[in-house]
Every structure is written in C-alpha cells, then in structure tokens.
C-alpha cells in the first residue's frame, strides 16, 4: 500500500483532471458525469472547455474535491476505458 503523505499527496485535496475527446456528440457531458458518478459533490461553476485550433477536440477541465486514492483510481479506469477519450491529464 502506498502512503501518500511521502509522496506528497494527502486527502481530501482540491484536484482537476483534463479530459480530452473530439468535440461531438455530447462530450462534455459525457465527461462530466464520469466524474459526478465518483465525486457527487461536484460543483460544474469551475468546469472549464477549450477547443483545439481546428475546432475537432475539445478539453474539459473538472475541479472537485479528491477524496482518495482509490476514487482517482477509478475515474481514472473509467476515463480511459472509454473509447470516447482520447487522453487524461
């Protein structure tokens, strides 16, 4: 098991993921709700989105409160199993 407090990591911590797709079909929705399923609280007022140049991508960027390891862990798995997300940062 790891311990966070060497790493540097202790939770609660405010964090953010950039979750990046081709601008369609709903994607910051989508997004979005990845993430509300493992942090309920999530406040969207913070929730960012950017286009590429060429307006075919679009990055949505989610602030909320991680609580754990193992809640990061699965928005993680759920994110990038998911053939609708090109990458996660």
């Known amino acids: 098991m790891l311990d966070f407090r060497k790493e540097g990591m202790e939770f609660p911590t405010p964090f953010a993921l950039k979750i990046i797709g081709r601008d369609e079909d ?15 609280d999530l406040n969207e007022h913070g929730i960012t989105t950017r286009l590429s140049s060429g307006s075919n991508y679009i990055s949505v960027t989610v602030p909320f ?6 809640q990061l862990d699965a928005i993680y798995r759920e994110l990038t199993g998911s053939e609708r997300v090109l990458m996660v940062i």
Request: charged share 30%.
């Open 26 to 40: 709903g994607f910051t929705e989508f997004a979005v709700a990845i993430v509300r399923e493992y942090a309920p």
């Open 65 to 70: 409160t991680a609580e754990s390891r193992e």
